[in-house]
């Protein structure tokens, strides 16, 4: 049976050969108290195990994983005629891993996820760019060191989807789903 992560990272590579805009974001969805909520993150990186993504730990979506660790993100690649749904759950990523992924990091953003309260209020948009251009002068000469709030998450899948757009509307959904260790595959009407 196919690997149906290493199937993912192929439509991944593929969109990133063709340089489509954003071609790594994915629409998060999280849910605190049975309430649902979503949002674009960057899936960084795709290893054998799952979907790395960065944020800040203690914004909404980083609340709502430290109650509710099942997640799902969605890919929908246009130009490739392509979404995928993926359901699974969420561990934090080891800190060594974001402190290396953080340096790799222009300084500018380095900058912004060291000031940003992600998700918190903010009483302007000038006192953000105010607070970003203080710190610029901070960080002028200095490394930007990783925020201890910040860092990767992983969502380790247990079930994908991949919708195929087809003609006639007769698309291909076919579900991949863990059965104890066991990928096994079936299709699902569109
Ligand atoms: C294309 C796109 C990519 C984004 N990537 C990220 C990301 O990788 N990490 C992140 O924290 N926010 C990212 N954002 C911003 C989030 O969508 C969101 O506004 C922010 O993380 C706050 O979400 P929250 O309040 O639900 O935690 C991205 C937004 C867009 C439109």
Redesign the pocket.
């Known amino acids: 049976m196919i690997n149906p992560i290493s199937l993912v990272k192929s439509y991944y590579e593929k969109a990133k050969e063709l340089n489509l805009k ?1 071609f790594d ?1 994915a629409v998060l969805c999280t849910s605190r108290d049975n309430i649902p ?1 979503g ?4 899936i960084k990186e795709i290893t054998e195990n799952g979907f790395i ?4 730990y203690n ?4 609340k709502d994983l430290e109650l509710n660790p099942h997640a799902c993100i969605v890919f929908y690649w246009q130009d490739l005629g392509i979404q995928i749904r993926i359901r699974g759950k969420v561990e934090k990523v080891e800190n060594q891993k974001s402190i290396e992924y953080f340096r790799t990091r222009p300084k500018g953003s380095q900058i912004s996820a060291y000031i940003s309260k ?2 918190e209020e903010l009483e302007s948009y000038e006192k953000l760019v105010e607070i970003f251009e203080e710190y610029s002068k901070t960080f002028k000469d200095r490394e930007v060191e990783k925020p201890e709030d910040w860092g990767g998450y992983i969502l380790i899948p247990s079930e994908i989807e991949i919708w195929e757009e087809k003609p006639y509307r007769l698309h291909k959904r076919v579900l991949y789903y863990l059965d104890g260790n066991i990928w096994k595959m079936k299709y699902l009407y569109p």
């Open positions: 954003y974001a909520d949002r674009n993150v960057l993504f960065y944020t800040n914004s909404k979506k980083g992600q998700s």
